[in-house]
């Protein structure tokens, strides 16, 4: 199966280019702003420790009850995304966002477009839903499962419960928990993780 990824955005992205990318979006602009008041040194020490959960009561929390006149499930699933983005840059897990396979957009996958063309079972492809439609989200996963055939390797974080076959996680801290566990079990299982867990201070 050829696949050509029609945008790249693997770990080079960062910080500062999330920031110099989010001058329009308040969502993004808050979520970095929380961090840096949070720290790095904190976030890496509550990362190490394993304590998502308070990460996510720290940072998400916080930040979605900040923000005001935009759709709710557009706050909910962009904020997810992009703490998301930022979770896996500091806790080396590979993968590449807003990405096109086959026509096919794709919110994020671990660990590249490169794996899932040697083998889609050792990938994992990440929606992140931004809408209550229920339709339009499983018309996205059936548009998924057109490169992914496997159920289980296809994660959908929501603000709401959705009855499907797929792995679902609700934007909320015991949930999204297991969510960024379960994304570093997955790289450890599939020896992908580098060999320091988690970024290094500068």
Same mark, same amino acid.
């Given at each position: 199966?050829?696949?050509?990824p029609?945008?790249?955005?693997?770990?080079?992205? /960062?910080r500062?280019l999330?920031?110099?990318?989010s001058e329009?979006s308040? &969502?993004?602009?808050a979520?970095?702003t929380?961090i840096?008041?949070i720290g790095?040194?904190q976030?890496?020490?509550?990362?190490?420790n394993?304590?998502f959960?308070?990460l996510f009561?720290?940072?998400?929390?916080?930040? #979605?009850?900040?923000i005001?006149?935009?759709d709710?499930y557009?706050? @909910?699933g962009?904020?997810?995304?992009?703490?998301?983005?930022?979770l896996f /840059?500091e806790m080396?897990i590979?993968?590449?966002r807003?990405?096109s396979?086959?026509?096919?957009e794709l919110?994020? #996958?671990?660990p590249n477009t490169?794996?899932l063309?040697?083998d889609?079972?050792?990938t994992?492809?990440?929606f992140f839903?931004k809408?209550?439609d229920?339709?339009?989200?499983?018309?996205? #996963?059936q548009d998924?499962?057109k490169?992914?055939?496997?159920?289980?390797n &296809?994660?959908?974080?929501s603000?709401? @419960?959705?009855?499907?076959?797929?792995?679902? @996680? #609700? /934007?909320?801290?015991?949930?999204?928990s297991?969510?960024?566990?379960?994304?570093?079990?997955f790289?450890?299982?599939k020896?992908?993780n580098?060999?320091?867990?988690?970024?290094t201070k500068?």
């Amino acid at each position: 199966m050829k696949i050509f990824p029609q945008k790249k955005e693997g770990k080079e992205d /960062t910080r500062l280019l999330n920031k110099s990318n989010s001058e329009s979006s308040p &969502i993004k602009d808050a979520l970095y702003t929380k961090i840096d008041s949070i720290g790095q040194n904190q976030i890496h020490q509550l990362l190490s420790n394993g304590k998502f959960s308070e990460l996510f009561e720290k940072i998400y929390e916080p930040v #979605i009850d900040s923000i005001d006149g935009v759709d709710e499930y557009e706050k @909910y699933g962009t904020l997810a995304e992009s703490l998301t983005h930022y979770l896996f /840059t500091e806790m080396l897990i590979p993968s590449q966002r807003k990405i096109s396979v086959q026509n096919v957009e794709l919110d994020m #996958i671990i660990p590249n477009t490169a794996e899932l063309q040697k083998d889609s079972y050792d990938t994992i492809l990440i929606f992140f839903v931004k809408t209550f439609d229920i339709e339009q989200i499983k018309e996205r #996963i059936q548009d998924m499962k057109k490169i992914q055939n496997d159920d289980s390797n &296809i994660w959908v974080i929501s603000k709401d @419960y959705i009855e499907i076959p797929q792995i679902i @996680y #609700i /934007t909320e801290k015991e949930s999204f928990s297991k969510f960024l566990k379960d994304a570093q079990n997955f790289i450890k299982t599939k020896k992908m993780n580098k060999l320091n867990i988690f970024k290094t201070k500068a």
